[in-house]
């Protein structure tokens, strides 16, 4: 492990986590609320902690093999929390324990929250909170390899120990361009979200936060009843429709773009993705007629719950705590999987769900031809046996994560479900769960140990355990 290289990364990390917090710093100028120096002393705290990793730990090799970038994007997002929620520390909004939670909620595009009274926060902090869910949804380490240009071949190892899927590859010849390539794309689509909202008659700070909040599928909202706050249908099928189109592999867009249209639509995830959103949506629309009493209030709710869970968005028009039991089991179901590889959403990813369907209609073959010899293929394209032994473990890891979670939050004296979706939305970085952590409830009740084990789940979810799980390994450190 070259440590020199990875302090040295860290550091210009944190710089520009500092520069970041820029933007909000004008929020808050701009809106008067008295938070702004609280983002003046966490910048200035920041860059007091990167100078000297930057100045003391060069190195000569600067080589970064897989376990460095494991480290580095461990290590990155864990510390990149911690230093961003000093400004919530700062400005008295909290303690270090919650802005840790709230911060690292955000930047895993977890949505989930401890706070209570969130119409009563200033401006500016609303801002940054927002923002942390779009500067993850991309990812941290992919928007460093494309700003800074001296990284060049470590880039690769970086965005595969970061970036969510089963597999990593390149739009584009070289990585640092694929990277704007992305950006490009998140960015445009951000800000068509953002002007089709101030169409439907959102004010613009309004349009803006739930623009990050969807492009990032994260879910923080400056409402406390988040989008159902505004009661606008155009806004709600706008948020919807982008919550579903942000859950799709951004390489669809590319291809788009590039007019690759037979390979863009040649996608089977994307095709697994649309008829479970679709079906679920005619589901729980048909279940929720018995409560709601009429068709076109059931589908309003329904559209807009299956694609904020599935994308793991997080945003709610309706307390679906109090919908019949099979539309909940529903939702549940579908915090699991998530969106497509390749999107700004959690989960275990569609493309994962179709190589496992796939294994499994091998092997039932296989117990009645045993002679016959079957590959895999997904989009036409055999998947190695080795690729589909990760996913094979991976998901194992994750049930048995998601079950270890609930045995540990259910110590806090809840009932199973709240456990259980507690573990799962975290895992999952869905944000809401159900009961006490519902749409409408949130995680403040947690003990700071808790919130502390949790922010872990939502680190270990959004970076797919090993970069988590690297840190607590004692060999990875050792030189050499």
Known sequence: MNIRLVLNFLGKLFVIEAALMLPALGVSIAYGQGDAMAFVYAILTIVAVSAPLIA????????MYAREAMAVAGLGWLLMSLLGGLPLVYSGCCSFTDAFFEITSGFTTTGATIMTDIEALPNGILFWRSFTHWIGGMGVLVFTTAILPTIGGRGAHLARAESPGPTFSKLTPKLGDTAKVLYLIYLALTIIETVALLFAGLPLYDAVIHAFGTAGTGGFSNRALSVGAFGNLAAEIIIAVFMFLFGINFAFYFKLINRDFKGAFKNEELKL????????ILLI???LISYYGDFFTSLRYAAFQVPTIMSTTGYATADFNLWPSFSKMLLTALM?????????AGGLKMTRLVMLLKMARREIRHAFQPRKVEVVKLDGKTIPEETLSQV???????????IAGAIVVSLEGVSFTTAFTTSLTCISNVGPGLELVGPMGSFAGYSWATKVFLS??????????YPILILFSPAVWRRG
């Open 336 to 344: 699991l999987f998530g969106a497509c590889a390749g999107s700004t």
């Open 56 to 63: 003391i730990f060069r190195s000569k090799d600067q080589q």
């Open 285 to 287: 629309t048909l279940n």
């Open 456 to 465: 872990f789940l939502m680190l270990a979810g959004r970076l797919e355990l």
């Open 392 to 402: 094979s473990m991976l998901f194992f890891c994750h049930i048995m994560l998601i």
């Open 273 to 280: 993705y649309s008829l479970i959103a679709f079906g679920a």
